[in-house]
């Protein structure tokens, strides 16, 4: 199994038993600067060069957006009436927060780059949908928390600007210096990117544990979380596969809207998670659907990249 999800697996089990280990240590200033740093080595590594290549492909990129910020998000109103409380539940609007994220972009381009499909348009929506995201996402969460009163909008941009966009942005500029050495070292980079999603996994489920949310969370609620995170990605596997046949793409171009337009961020759903919600006791409930569907994604999409990777021509199956 894939180490990053052993080592979540394993950061949950470890908040349970020793909820308060870290407690001595500056956790939130350590994960703030983590976060600016994944951002900045993003800005670092992102080609310029093959964002070109990938522009002029519209019709993908329009598609994926679509799947991905508008489609996506309401495919999960069909969960509603499964959750008591209806969009009141938490449990429900977890899944919401799944449905509203941006896609991922390593290991979309990744997988696109397996199945032998349009990579330069995957590296260019891969790219583009997380800074789509940081405007989108708490837009669409502000429908569902703003009458609580405990959600600024306002506020929650500022932050992921400071955490999120300047970081970004400084990694552009300074791409020209160091932008060779970043792609050389993107491998021992991606060690960092985990590393903080792992702790922010331990902080949250530690805070959920002591204050005894998941107590008063069934087994059958875990059960419906999975159930509803394999609908979710195989309804809008095969939406996508349609949509792609009605317009008529290529078969490089239909691999790389499935591949794009069905994943879900970790990166992104863990920073943004945390600064939504900060440390709440609820924030270990929103990252399970995104912990159950970054995992059914890397393997479902892994097989699926190996068996177009081995096709022999390019006629659409």
Request: glycine share 8%; charged share 10%.
């Amino acid at each position: 199994m894939n180490g990053f999800i052993i080592s979540l697996v394993l950061a949950i089990i470890l908040a349970y038993f020793f909820p308060t280990a870290l407690q001595e240590l500056p956790v939130n200033i350590i994960t703030n600067i983590g976060i600016g740093l994944i951002f900045f080595f993003y800005g670092l590594k992102l080609a310029p060069e093959e964002l070109k290549l990938g522009f002029l492909n519209y019709r993908s990129h329009l598609l994926i957006q679509f799947s991905t910020f508008l489609l996506f998000p309401l495919l999960t109103f069909l969960f509603i009436p499964f959750f008591e409380g209806g969009i009141q539940s938490d449990l429900w609007l977890a899944v919401f927060f799944l449905g509203v994220l941006p896609s991922t972009v390593s290991s979309s381009v990744v997988m696109v780059a397996i199945a032998r499909g349009n990579l330069p348009t995957a590296i260019f929506n891969a790219s583009i949908s997380g800074l789509i995201g940081i405007l989108i996402t708490p837009l669409w969460m502000s429908f569902f928390i703003a009458k609580s009163g405990d959600f600024d909008f306002l506020g929650i941009l500022y932050k992921l600007f400071l955490q999120i966009v300047l970081p970004l942005f400084m990694g552009l500029v300074l791409q020209q210096y160091l932008g060779k050495i970043a792609r050389k070292h993107s491998r021992e980079l991606g060690y960092l990117d985990k590393a903080v999603i792992i702790l922010i996994v331990y902080t949250s489920f530690s805070n959920s544990y002591n204050s005894g949310l998941f107590e008063i969370i069934k087994i059958v609620d875990l059960i419906k979380f999975a159930g509803i995170v394999i609908l979710l990605f195989f309804g809008m596997y095969s939406i996508l596969g349609l949509l792609c046949k009605w317009l008529g793409f290529d078969l490089r171009d239909t691999i790389t809207a499935k591949f794009c337009g069905t994943k879900k961020s970790l990166v992104h759903g863990s920073v943004m998670v945390k600064i939504i919600f900060g440390a709440s006791a609820s924030v270990g409930i929103f990252l399970l659907p995104i912990m159950l569907y970054h995992i059914l994604q890397l393997l479902v999409i892994t097989v699926f990249a190996e068996k177009y990777g081995k096709r022999e021509d390019l006629v659409p199956e």
